[in-house]
Antibody, heavy 125, light 107 residues
Framework: QVQLQESGPGLVKPSQTLSLTCTVS??????????WNWIRQPPGKGLEWIGY???????YYNPSLKSRVTVSIDTSKNQFSLNLSSVTAADTAIYYC?????????????????WGQGTLVTVSS | DIQMTQSPSSLSASVGDRVTITCRTS??????LNWYQQKPGKAPKLLIF???SLQSGVPSRFSGSASGTEYTLTISSLQPEDFATYYC?????????FGQGTKLENK
């Protein structure tokens, strides 16, 4: 059974950098069939995709956050991480790490499954 | 970027009802459209992938379909555990955006 678990500070001060790590168990983060995502959800609001990384290191970020986001991967630890710089109160959200399944060659589709339980990060002084 | 319009934003229904949620996109996504269910305090859960494929373990009362730029999630007979928020999501191109969500409430 594949599981993802987010970890990191629950409180970050404005203008600082939010850093989270996702530990993956039950699946190899090095597989070419998967890509690894960060998605967030402000309290009471909808879902916002932040970005992804493949085990090769290829990344893509949401243009709305691109200037502040870095996603990295550590295949030796089966972990991937999120850094979001210069945070403000608008970055307060539940942050989810999520596996993406790349089935472009079979189902002609990609999808997110499973999701981590999520971690609430509050930006406040 | 692809634009997505999910409707309705909220819906009141009763157990046993047939419910339909729609996601309209600015261009055809072929089969790159997925549906998720989210219950309060929980992470979203995959229901339908590739527009119409049922995720393993998801009850067969859930189904997905596509016609041009209109994608539909149908619950054939609403059960008490189905009251939740539903999101569509496109993975045809980046950014992989979500619809605005549909909150399904008990009438």
């Amino acid at each position: 059974q594949v599981q993802l678990q987010e970890s990191g500070p629950g409180l970050v001060k404005p203008s600082q950098t939010l850093s989270l790590t996702c530990t993956v168990s039950g699946a190899s983060i090095s597989s070419d069939d998967y890509y690894w995502n960060w998605i967030r959800q402000p309290p009471g609001k909808g879902l916002e995709w932040i970005g992804y990384i493949y085990s090769s290191g290829n990344t893509y970020y949401n243009p709305s956050l691109k200037s502040r986001v870095t996603v990295s991967i550590d295949t030796s630890k089966n972990q991937f991480s999120l850094n979001l710089s210069s945070v403000t109160a608008a970055d307060t959200a539940i942050y989810y790490c999520v596996r993406g399944i790349d089935s472009s060659g079979y189902y002609l589709a990609n999808w997110f499954d499973p999701w981590g339980q999520g971690t609430l990060v509050t930006v406040s002084s | 970027d692809i634009q997505m319009t999910q409707s309705p934003s909220s819906l009141s229904a009763s157990v046993g009802d047939r419910v339909t949620i729609t996601c309209r996109t600015s261009q055809s996504l072929n089969t790159y459209l997925n549906w998720y269910q989210q219950k309060p305090g929980k992470a979203p859960k995959l229901l339908i992938f590739a527009a119409s494929s049922l995720q393993s373990g998801v009850p067969s009362r859930f189904s997905g379909s596509a016609s041009g730029t209109e994608y539909t999630l149908t619950i054939s007979s609403l059960q008490p555990e189905d009251f939740a928020t539903y999101y569509c999501q496109q993975s045809y191109s980046t950014p992989h955006i979500f619809g605005q969500g549909t909150k399904l409430e008990n009438k």
